[in-house]
């Protein structure tokens, strides 16, 4: 008989933005994911997606913009402008969608004339790239030589947010899509990042609220519940770093713990005849190191 071995579906790639340990399993636990029910969201975008895939294969940028990226923003409850010129020091440059709380902010943004500064954008909540459909994000076109700004996807969300002073960045293929942080952005592959189909077709509503939750207008505004709530990307991102400090601080403390009950063992096991002089106690020191670096290695392979 074969063995069978099940691949386990993937909800969402982070990579470095927020805690790994925090999404997977603390995230859950928030009241605003347990209440939110995804069903009806997903339901809405299923029914988009087996309209609008057909067309998809082969659809070039604006293409993808008008058939997906669009539609998929107009159900996230987002208001956006569209090519709105950004004043920058190498000029004026256009991203594709400045994400906006409500139609008065879009309004005032889009009506303006001539290039936007940041002080025109501080009630906007993010800036919003779009690529076409599966064109790599992570690193320049094929045949495109150096990093410019519209060859290389995460180059250009990053010059985005730095010269918007918006907090947050939207990078999407249509099929992946991208959050970047205005802190980490400059960085290029600090990111979270979720296939918007490979989810709607699973059909797992509690797996795509690590879309619905992360990418609707909802999640860059401020909470409903209590004056001054953060916004949900906020509070994940704050609560992943206060988590992953908690982690390191319990963890130096737990090594440092370990590393002098190995050397005292080393020390006053019997078999090993080991004196107590200045020498033999750094020795130990410096070898007990090893293999506690060594076991904590072989820990974290396991681990990944």
């Not at 009241?31 to 009806?40: D, S, T």
Request: glycine content about 6%; aromatic content about 12%.
């Amino acid at each position: 008989m074969t063995d069978q071995y099940e691949i386990a579906f993937v909800t969402h790639r982070n990579h470095y933005l927020f805690s790994d340990y925090y999404l997977n399993h603390r995230v859950a636990e928030r009241r605003e994911w347990r209440e939110f029910n995804a069903r009806p969201a997903l339901d809405a975008l299923d029914q988009l997606w087996q309209a609008r895939k057909p067309a998809l294969t082969n659809a070039n940028e604006s293409q993808t913009e008008a058939d997906w990226i669009r539609p998929v923003l107009d159900l996230l409850g987002h208001h956006f402008t569209t090519q709105v010129t950004l004043a920058t020091p190498q000029g004026s440059k256009t991203p594709d969608y400045i994400l906006c709380p409500d139609e008065a902010t879009r309004a005032a943004i889009q009506t303006i004339h001539g290039a936007v500064s940041e002080s025109d954008l501080k009630g906007a909540l993010a800036v919003a790239d779009a690529k076409a459909w599966e064109q790599p994000l992570d690193r320049s076109l094929p045949g495109s030589g150096v990093k410019t700004l519209h060859q290389h996807p995460a180059l250009q969300i990053d010059f985005y947010i730095r010269h918007s002073g918006l907090p947050w960045g939207v990078l999407t293929n249509g099929r992946l899509w991208q959050l970047y942080h205005t802190d980490s952005s400059k960085k290029l592959d600090v990111y979270y990042e979720v296939d918007l189909p490979a989810l709607i077709e699973a059909g797992d509503a509690e797996a795509f609220k690590y879309f619905w939750l992360f990418f609707r207008r909802e999640a860059f505004t401020a909470g409903s519940a209590a004056a001054g709530a953060p916004a949900w990307l906020d509070l994940v991102l704050a609560e992943s770093a206060a988590y992953e400090q908690g982690v390191s601080d319990s963890l130096k403390e737990q090594v440092y713990e370990a590393l002098r009950a190995l050397a005292q063992g080393f020390l006053d096991f019997p078999g090993n005849g080991l004196a107590d002089d200045e020498a033999t106690l750094k020795a130990i020191h410096d070898n007990s190191l090893i293999v506690l670096y060594r076991l904590l290695f072989i820990l974290y392979a396991e681990d990944r």
